[in-house]
């Protein structure tokens, strides 16, 4: 099945622009030591900036392409999944970014 997101990865992050990363760091009630997942974070558009402000960081998305995007850019912790069935155990993140 063709994904638009797929279709969308390489150019994905010039045609969105940048996040507003003040705002969602006094949303998510960061700083924190904890972890933070980027739920259907694709690319690590958002994530990447709000890195600085967690003890740990995982996007995940279920496009493959927008995953190779994301390990082509940083070394957050990429993991393709749907987020109605995310590999981790409950309670492991401390905040989730949808």
């Known amino acids: 099945m063709l994904d638009h997101f797929d279709i ?3 150019v ?3 045609l969105i622009g940048l996040p507003n ?3 969602l760091i006094a949303l998510l009630r960061l700083p924190t030591d904890g972890w933070l997942l980027d739920a259907g974070g694709g690319t690590e558009r958002v994530a990447a900036r709000l890195r600085p402000f ?3 960081l995982i996007v995940s998305d279920q496009s493959r392409q927008m995953l190779r ?3 082509e850019k940083s070394t957050l912790h ?3 999944a749907q987020v109605q069935r995310l590999p981790f155990r409950d309670g492991f ?3 989730i970014l949808v």
Request: proline share 14%; net charge positive; no cysteine.
């Open 8 to 10: 969308l990865a390489p």
């Open 12 to 14: 994905y992050d010039w």
């Open 21 to 23: 990363p003040a705002r």
């Open 54 to 56: 967690v003890g740990g």
């Open 69 to 71: 995007r994301a390990r």
């Open 78 to 80: 990429p993991v393709q």
């Open 93 to 95: 993140f401390d905040r």
